[in-house]
Every structure is written in structure tokens, then in C-alpha cells.
């Protein structure tokens, strides 16, 4: 998110020691035993909220609570009725999460971009999707 407020992101280079799959049992989930999971780690998305979950994922045929579009096949949600759908048909083809964000105060990421401290991409670049979602989604 970006308006005059400031700005909210995500990282995505920084894995924690934590599975996706040790997350699910962790919040309780592991009722449901005919799960199969990946072996990919959770994300530390940010210094800011590390206790929230962000899910990157693309369009699912599910609809979330609350989902956030960011492209016409990419979705940022917020809410943990997409990790009950983990290991299961239902979940989004392809996904990663993070817990925790980034976050900038007004002008701050201006700044920092004008300082050539970001690399920066447009959001519906095709291969910023097809790179993000091919090597670091299950």
C-alpha cells in the first residue's frame, strides 16, 4: 500500500526457521491430518506486526475475508481462513507467507528510492510476478 500516509510492503529474501507446515499445526489446524505441505519456510516479512500473517498468493478460486488486490492475478490477504485451505485443494496455486511488514512514513520511501537504495519494478511487470511466484511459492 502507498498513499500520502506512507507506504506498506513486504520482504521477501528473509526465511525464518519456521515451515509453513509448522505454522498450520501451530495455529491449531492440524485436526485435518490429510494434508500434504511443502518444505518452504515462512518469510519475515518486516519489523513491523511479526506477530500477523501476510499471504502473497495468486487469485484463488476461494474468495478470503480479506484479500487485497494488488494485480489482476496477484492478492495480498490478511486473514487466517486462507490458512486453513494450506495443503489442501483450496489453497492458492501458488503462495508465500510472511510474518510481519515493512513499513515507511510519508515521503520515507520516496526518499529512500531517490537515495538508489530500492530496486524498483512495476507491479504488472510480467516477469517481476513470474520470478517472485516460480522461486519462492510451493
Not at 521477501?12 to 499445526?25: C, F, H
Request: proline share 3%.
Amino acid at each position: 500500500e502507498h498513499n500520502e500516509q506512507g507506504s506498506m510492503g513486504l520482504v521477501i529474501n528473509q526465511p525464518t526457521d519456521l515451515s509453513i507446515a509448522e505454522l498450520y499445526s501451530k495455529m491449531n489446524f492440524m485436526m485435518k491430518n490429510d494434508r500434504t505441505f511443502s518444505n518452504e519456510l515462512v518469510l519475515a516479512g518486516g519489523p513491523v506486526h511479526s506477530e500477523r500473517g501476510f499471504i502473497l498468493h495468486k487469485k484463488a478460486e476461494k474468495e478470503f475475508e480479506h484479500s487485497y488486490k494488488i494485480t489482476d492475478d496477484m492478492y495480498l490477504t490478511t486473514s487466517a481462513d486462507i490458512v486453513e485451505t494450506f495443503g489442501s485443494e483450496d489453497a492458492p496455486e501458488k503462495y508465500l507467507v510472511a510474518l510481519g511488514c515493512a513499513s515507511w512514513t510519508a515521503g520515507q520511501l520516496e526518499q529512500e528510492i531517490a537515495d538508489n537504495a530500492w530496486l524498483v519494478a512495476s507491479v504488472g511487470s510480467e516477469s517481476l510476478v513470474v520470478a517472485l511466484f516460480s522461486s519462492l511459492c510451493p
